[in-house]
């Protein structure tokens, strides 16, 4: 390879790196953004509620892994459940903040079980 030719391939190489690496970041930040202001609040509400029992990701801990329970859970029926307990659950109708979180509370597990959010502290939308 004479120094033309090589000068060639090396600028050709580098150009690939620098692609890869501007598709990787702007992939991050496009999981980012799914992240909006409702999801997030409804992470926020149920760490603080639901994370001692379901874990602060919806994971399991001691009580089911909500991620995949979510999978087969209508919105309504998660609102029923939540609202009034079920089993060793205690019911939440008497907490506003879970109950005006519900429908964020249900996107966020949603998120969380088809793979836009991994476990994680998300990242807090702009
Ligand atoms: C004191 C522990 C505890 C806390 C706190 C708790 N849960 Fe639960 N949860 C449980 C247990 C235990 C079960 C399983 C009940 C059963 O099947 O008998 C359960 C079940 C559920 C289910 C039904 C899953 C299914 O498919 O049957 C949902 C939905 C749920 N919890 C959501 C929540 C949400 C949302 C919060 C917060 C607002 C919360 N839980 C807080 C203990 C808890």
Redesign the pocket.
């Known amino acids: 390879m004479n120094a033309a030719k090589l000068s060639r391939y090396v600028v050709l190489v580098v150009g690939l790196v620098i692609s890869a690496a501007g598709y990787a970041s702007n992939n991050a930040t496009h999981i980012s953004d799914q992240v909006n202001k409702a999801i997030f609040q409804g992470w926020q ?2 760490s603080e ?2 994370g ?3 874990g602060d990701f919806g994971q399991g801990k ?3 892994d ?1 991620t995949q ?2 999978k ?2 209508s919105e309504e029926d ?1 609102t029923r ?2 609202t009034n307990g ?5 019911p ?1 109708k008497a ?1 506003q903040e ?1 109950m005006h979180n519900m429908r964020n ?1 249900y996107r966020y597990l949603k998120a969380r079980s088809n793979g836009v959010l991994q476990e994680g502290i998300p990242m807090k939308p702009r």
């Open positions: 509400v149920f509620a639901c001692s029992c379901h001691i009580a089911p909500l329970q979510i087969t859970l998660f459940i939540v079920k089993g060793l659950m205690p939440w907490n879970v509370m």
